[in-house]
């Protein structure tokens, strides 16, 4: 029985990291009887958006801004490319696998239409991790700090698992077809992400039973959480706060970093981001675990209330029992403090970003190494 295996997140557990490995080492699980669909970029959420979201307009353009114009002006070409592929896999008996963790966004009408275009296959099935609820908010807020966000904004707008919207349409189409396992430590096989959805898949994977999907989207420190919700506070406001320690104020208002500051500040609607290079300095900086303040987290498990006695019927187990936590509770309070290690080790990395004029090459021997290290560790 050939079967269109769809890989769809959920958001936050490791999709990157197995979509890196897919990509790399597709001629050896192609070996295997399984076929890592041939698209442009190793991620696939591109092409499932192109092809089967709606409304068509409004993702075009998102595909657009996130430079993935080929997708839009090339849809008709990359699907029949896409087509032939599948239909050669099916036709000898194998099957294949599409990565997406956009999947996880699908309404039912958007799944029935995919699960008719790769209808050469006998079945398809949807697979997923589901990541315990404050492990999930916890990263979620992480990310969206590294996209605009601030601390603040998680009160009034919370990131909440919405695990009915993620999987409800899958479990509505196909049923038992969707096959789910908690992303946890005590769930994985041998440890690991890769041989989990290996494992999960209805095929022989012996031969790769050694291999192992690289690591990715690393953790941010709790220090780079403070300064990145820090910034992107000035650019909501269009004014660096105050109450800074002098050592973080200063570089915030000088050199290149003055000048984004003072560019995005005169135009008429606030908003904006520091440049990709020097974000990533930022990203970078050592410090504390990250810990997220427990009005933030709790704003978000009391809205998603709902949600966790669906999931945890759905697997038939409490899937807050899943959710573990090393780092030391802190409250918003605490967030907005900065210690004087934390205001050292800020500081340095934003006179670096200044002393490279926020030049890209130079910008990126930054990212890693004691360039950005805390007081306490060096």
């Not at 890592?36 to 709606?54: C, D, G, I, K, M």
């Not at 099916?90 to 008719?116: H, I, K, Y």
């Not at 210690?339 to 004029?357: F, G, P, Q, V, Y």
Request: net charge neutral; proline share 5%; with cysteine.
């Amino acid at each position: 029985m050939s079967t269109l295996y769809f890989h769809i997140g959920m958001p936050k557990t490791g999709s990157t990291s197995i979509q890196a490995y897919f990509d790399d080492n597709r001629e050896r699980v192609r070996e295997t009887g399984l076929a890592y669909a041939s698209l442009p970029t190793a991620n696939h959420n591109p092409f499932v958006e192109s092809q089967f979201r709606q409304p068509r307009a409004k993702i075009d353009a998102s595909l657009i801004a996130r430079n993935h114009r080929q997708y839009v002006e090339n849809r008709e070409e990359i699907l029949k490319s896409f087509l032939a592929e599948m239909e050669s896999v099916a036709a000898e008996g194998s099957d294949a696998l599409v990565s997406a963790e956009m999947g996880s966004s699908f309404t039912a009408e958007e799944l029935v239409e995919m699960r008719e275009t790769v209808g050469m296959f006998d079945r398809m099935v949807s697979l997923a991790f589901v990541r315990p609820p404050r492990a999930w908010v916890r990263s979620s807020c992480q990310q969206s700090l590294q996209l605009g966000m601030t601390m603040r904004d998680f009160l009034t707008r919370p990131r909440r698992p919405r695990y009915r919207r993620f999987f409800g349409p899958h479990d509505e189409v196909l049923g038992k077809d969707l096959r789910l396992v908690m992303f946890h430590p005590s769930t994985m096989k041998d440890g690991c992400i890769l041989q989990t959805l290996l494992s999960m898949m209805d095929r022989d994977f012996s031969a790769l039973a050694a291999d192992r999907a690289p690591r990715a989207n690393e953790s941010i420190s709790l220090t780079a959480a403070k300064i990145l919700s820090i910034v992107n506070a000035a650019y909501q406001q269009k004014a660096i706060p105050a109450g800074l320690p002098k050592a973080v104020d200063a570089p915030l208002r000088s050199g290149h970093l003055g000048r984004c500051f003072a560019e995005a500040f005169a135009k008429a609607a606030p908003g904006g981001r520091l440049p990709s290079a020097a974000a990533r300095v930022l990203t970078s900086i050592k410090g504390p675990g990250f810990a997220l303040p427990v009005e933030v987290e709790e704003a978000a498990m009391q809205m998603a209330t709902g949600d966790l006695r669906w999931m945890s019927k759905r697997l038939g187990v409490d899937i807050t029992t899943y959710d573990t936590n090393s780092a030391a509770p802190i409250d918003m309070a605490s967030f907005e403090t900065l210690s004087e290690d934390e205001a050292e080790a800020i500081a340095t990395a934003l006179e670096r970003i200044n002393e490279a004029d926020g030049r890209p090459g130079r910008l990126k021997a930054m990212e890693h190494g004691e360039v950005v290290e805390s007081a306490r560790g060096r």
